[in-house]
């Protein structure tokens, strides 16, 4: 297996002390877990992408009840101050769900040698999921890890990750938790 680590939109705007968005406690309780799969692909000698959401201001996805955030060029869509990120690490702007939407990340993944990507990051329902399914559609096995990726409730978490526990698409799409990841 020759991986690379996507942490999908954990920046500055979902941090903000004031835990204005409901995903926020979520978010800074799986922190430590994503330090610690960081800290081990560095070792493995694999890729770490920050893959953050980078929307313009008046951007079609705000004409929803989403609140704009994360506006480009902001350090609201830079990666939070809570996460080790690494010189070597790679930022990647997002303007949608999926880190492979509109992107260079297929292209680039398939340059470092990679063939499965682990997932984690916020909100698994939304940007986490895409992002997997992408992975897939790209060819890539992919890994949900179930105690580094949040939701806005337990409850959309634990279902969505319920969704592809044993879908048809497994092995090629797994769930993992981070102590069995580490053991790869």
């Keep these: 297996m020759r991986a690379a680590i996507l942490v999908i939109d954990m920046v500055k705007d979902t941090f903000l002390e004031d835990d204005r968005y409901p995903v926020t406690?979520?978010?800074?309780?799986?922190?430590?877990a994503i330090n610690r799969i960081t800290a081990w692909a560095r070792e493995k000698n694999f890729p770490v992408?920050?893959?953050?959401?980078?929307?313009l201001e008046d951007d079609f996805i705000f004409k929803g009840k989403m609140k704009p955030h994360s506006i480009m060029g902001t350090a609201g869509s830079e990666v939070?101050?809570?996460?080790?990120?690494?010189?070597e690490d790679t930022y990647l702007p997002k303007r949608r769900f999926s880190a492979f939407f509109k992107t260079h990340l297929?292209?680039?993944?398939?340059?470092?040698?990679?063939?499965?990507?682990?997932?984690?990051?916020?909100?698994?329902?939304?940007?986490?999921l895409?992002?997997?399914?992408?992975?897939?559609?790209?060819?890539?096995s992919a890994i949900f890890v179930e105690d580094a990726t949040a939701s806005f409730s337990a409850e959309a978490h634990?279902?969505?990750?319920?969704?592809?526990?044993?879908?048809p698409l497994h092995p090629l799409l797994r769930v993992m938790k981070t102590?069995?990841?580490l053991k790869l």
């Excluded at 406690?25 to 430590?32: C, D, E, L, N, R």
């Excluded at 297929?106 to 986490?128: K, S």
């Design 25 to 32: 406690p979520f978010a800074k309780a799986i922190v430590p």
């Design 49 to 55: 992408v920050f893959a953050c959401d980078s929307f």
């Design 80 to 87: 939070t101050d809570l996460l080790d990120m690494g010189p």
């Design 106 to 128: 297929d292209q680039t993944l398939r340059g470092w040698g990679v063939d499965t990507v682990i997932v984690c990051g916020i909100a698994t329902h939304f940007c986490v």
């Design 130 to 140: 895409t992002t997997g399914l992408d992975a897939v559609c790209c060819d890539f």
């Design 158 to 167: 634990r279902n969505t990750l319920d969704l592809y526990r044993n879908s």
């Design 179 to 181: 102590e069995d990841l």
